[in-house]
């Protein structure tokens, strides 16, 4: 998955036109900047890759989802349903908005279970998050069906599937919200960035102003714009935008080398009658930034991730006993280790986590390893890793 592998020339590039000028802030300084408007520019080329009307460049991939439901008017006491199995930032996210997180069991597409989502609806919910784990996606056409009939907001984190796709529309494109995150370690990276994506033209209005102080960018003089209600600061730099733009023009090129990858891991462990793969939904093509794949159960994952670690095959992850994907490790979520006081509503709202099971979770999370698909790998290299993975998997079983 990760782009930072491939940093190069390209990259250094765009980089230089910033420092050339000097301007590393998006927004004002036109005399100074020789026409360089890098953060503008990725804007407009993620426009097209993610064919959405909208898209607002912030800080990360936290901030996307933060902004993303500030923008919608998600706030205080209400909740919004996230799965049990993604990175940490998206319960951070809701709740840095004094959201509730209501974590519910994935399925065998290891984004949220429909079923489960439609019975933790209540009074307050206002959003439904997918989480598009590990390059791939949810049910989307279900998801969508009950957001419609309960008349609450579908968000897409699509962090992980940057260039995946469900029925022709890109992940991120199919909700009224997607977010992405271009940390270090994404399918292309600023080094730290992230964006909203919309098509819908007062959510974008309002992520543009919230994520920049309420800042209205009318005309051109920054000191005199207006501020029609308040916001934070989650802006992206000048420099970190030039990085991404020089990425996101090799991001077809980083898709093709992932998917060849993948490939060959697949086919050569598909061998392996115990071994099963992960449910992409009818219509989806993921991102190929993972394989993922099940075990027969918990004691032969773990010893497979073991003998992983033993034999020298890197960046493959047993999440159930992991400490940042998992719900089963968040106990600082559990036990609510906050560094300030949490509001009430939050606080009672996340009392079940003491003591509620996820079953169906678990059923799925132990079984399953989560190998990185990196795009630097030779073909030697790989061909090796493809048969130590069958080695490991055959002994283990
Ligand atoms: C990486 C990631 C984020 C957060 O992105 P940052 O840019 O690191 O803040 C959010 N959600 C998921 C699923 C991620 O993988």
Redesign the pocket.
């Known amino acids: 998955m990760p782009g930072f592998e491939l940093f190069g020339d390209a990259e250094r590039k765009e980089v230089n036109d910033v420092l050339d000028n000097g301007v590393l802030m998006r927004y004002g300084f036109d005399g100074m900047r020789k026409g360089h408007w890098k953060a503008k520019e990725l804007e407009s080329q993620l426009q097209n890759t993610f064919k959405s009307k909208h898209v607002q460049l912030v800080s ?4 996307a ?1 933060s902004v993303a439901l500030a923008a919608a008017g998600v706030g205080a006491g209400d909740e919004v349903i996230m799965p049990t199995f ?2 940490v ?2 319960f951070e996210a809701i709740m840095m908005l004094g959201v509730i997180p209501v974590l519910v069991d994935i399925d065998d597409t290891l984004a949220v279970c429909p079923k489960a989502v439609e019975a933790a609806i209540t009074q307050k919910t206002k959003a439904v998050m997918v ?1 598009q ?1 590990c390059g791939s996606m949810g049910n989307m056409d279900a998801l969508q069906t009950i957001c419609n009939k309960h008349d609450l907001l579908l968000v897409e ?1 699509a ?2 599937a940057i260039g995946g796709s469900y029925k022709g529309k890109p992940l991120g494109s199919i909700g009224d919200l997607g977010c992405f ?1 271009f ?1 270090f370690v ?1 399918t292309i990276t600023c080094g ?1 960035g ?1 964006a909203v994506i919309t098509n819908n033209k007062d959510y974008y209005l309002n992520a543009d102003h919230y994520s920049d102080h309420g800042h209205d960018h009318v005309g051109n003089d920054r000191g005199a714009e207006t501020h029609p209600f308040l916001g934070y600061n989650f802006r992206i730099s000048e420099l970190h935008a030039a990085v991404g733009l020089a990425q996101i023009k090799r991001l077809p090129e980083f898709l093709e080398i992932q998917k060849k990858n993948f490939t060959v891991l697949r086919e050569v462990l598909s061998e392996i009658p115990e071994v099963t793969f992960r449910r992409v939904p009818e219509g989806g093509e993921e991102s190929y930034a993972f394989l993922n794949f099940f075990l027969p159960d918990l004691e032969i994952a773990r010893k497979v991730s073991q003998a992983f670690k033993e034999n020298g095959v890197d960046a493959c992850f047993h999440y159930y006993d992991n400490n940042w994907h998992y719900i089963r490790k968040w106990d600082h979520l559990k036990n609510l280790k906050s560094l300030f006081p949490i509001s009430i509503e939050v606080k009672k709202g996340l009392e079940y986590l003491k003591t509620k099971e996820f079953k169906q979770s678990d059923n799925y999370i132990a079984r399953n390893i989560s190998c990185l698909i990196k795009l630097s790998w030779t073909e030697e290299e790989l061909k090796q890793r493809a048969n130590t993975m069958l080695n490991c998997i055959k002994s283990a079983l």
């Open positions: 990360s991939g936290t901030a989802v993604t990175f930032a998206s989480v784990m984190d962090c992980q995150s940390d994404k730290e992230g």
